[in-house]
């Protein structure tokens, strides 16, 4: 962090005297109790700054009606009311025996044909014809906006990812994952490297993480990352040369209520050890977008590299078409990543000039979490983005595209951004 950066970010998040007990880097993973001894601030400094795990307690979702509504007395998901509510959806369905391309493949399914599998292969002893099925990624507060299942902890507002979607109105990154016992998600990094939470409504899963640059010891000697890190090949040395390296992971036993936090570029494996309903969101902001950026450089030289082994001869469109590829494959191009970074910095830009108004603040939006978490927060988001963007800017591949549809253009930007930086800091 540049010192500037420091002084304002040390100036507003700093120590309240709640630090979390029996912090054991590498050896154990914190476990958050109580809000009201645990603030922003707290979670700013500890964990999203440092790029740490934690895990806080059923008691940050115990205000949720999907807690009560959508769990049964017995503490399992409540079928029936499931059904009533979401039973004409069509959801994302994975199957967990099958491997395809280092993941599981997917189907659509209506909801409630999911749900009657679901209650057969339970009383089957969790066996089924159809194999083990979970349903994954199913944008459910997309599809049902008037459904009041849960409320965004505080801890993880600041998610420039879903901001960004949202204003564009294309796609966005919160998700429902419901699946029964023995159901499970392959080794894997979350999308664009971002951070990710958690939490169970019921159920219980095992949680397998790794910190970032850890995965570089589980590939193959092919270069692959592994499918399943419990499988016994990875102990084969001619085919995983340099398992042996590798720390063992960080083990999380997630109970019915709780939230895992999941660092940026961590890779994890999951799985459910009780029938599981959980709701996801992934997130980028101010102290992982640097990570993104870096993931995107990774990627276009990927496809880069890729490319020049099937073509002896530059085409005409070289660069147009490594960002196609890209963005095909992550989901983002250059381009987009300067319109990302564009209106994220807009917004800051716009409550740094117009300040905290109480109408913003009242909306469950992008916008009122900006607002909730302050001018001096405004700040610390403008300066990262200046220094993400001035990388951006001056980066080879980019300046080799069409900028001229981008408005403004990134110098413009840039500038304004500054001035804005330093009107504040006044």
Known sequence: ?????????????????????????????????????????????????????????????????????????????????????????????????????????KEQLPFKEFLEYWREYIGNGYRSSRGCLYLKDWHLSRAFPEQDVYTTPVYFSSDWLNEYWDAVAVDDFRFVYMGPKGSWTPFHADVFRSYSWSANVC?????????????????????????????????????????????????????????????????????????????????????NVSVMWSFLQDELAAVQRELRQWKEEPMDDWHLQCQLIMKSCTGIDYKEFYNFLKVIAENRISILEKGLDEESSSRNDSKAAISTLGMLHAVFDLKRTVKVLSSLSANEDFRKLELTSLSPAPEVLLQRLESAIDTALL
Request: glycine share 6%.
């Open 1 to 105: 962090m540049d010192r500037a950066t420091f002084a304002c970010s040390t100036a507003f998040f700093r120590d309240s005297g709640n630090s979390p007990a029996g912090a054991h880097p590498g050896g154990h993973v914190d476990f958050i109790d109580k809000a009201e001894s645990f603030g922003y601030s707290d979670f700013f400094r500890d964990y999203l700054l440092p790029n740490r795990p934690c895990v806080f307690s059923a008691k940050f979702t115990e205000d949720w009606s999907s807690r009560r509504t959508w769990v049964a007395r017995d503490g399992k998901p409540n079928f029936e009311h499931l059904l009533r509510e979401f039973g004409d959806a069509v959801v994302p369905v994975a199957k967990c025996d099958v491997k395809e391309y280092n993941s599981n493949p």
């Open 203 to 287: 159920g219980r899963k095992r949680w397998l993480l790794y910190p970032a640059g850890q995965e570089e010891f589980l590939k193959d000697c092919h270069g692959n990352l592994p499918f399943d890190v419990t499988a016994p090949e990875l102990r084969d040395e001619r085919i995983y040369p340099r398992f042996s390296r590798s720390r063992a992971p960080l083990e999380i036993l997630q109970e019915a209520g709780e939230i895992v936090f999941v660092p940026s570029g961590w890779h994890h494996q999951v799985q459910n050890l009780e029938d599981t309903i959980s709701i996801n969101h992934n997130w980028v902001n101010g102290c």
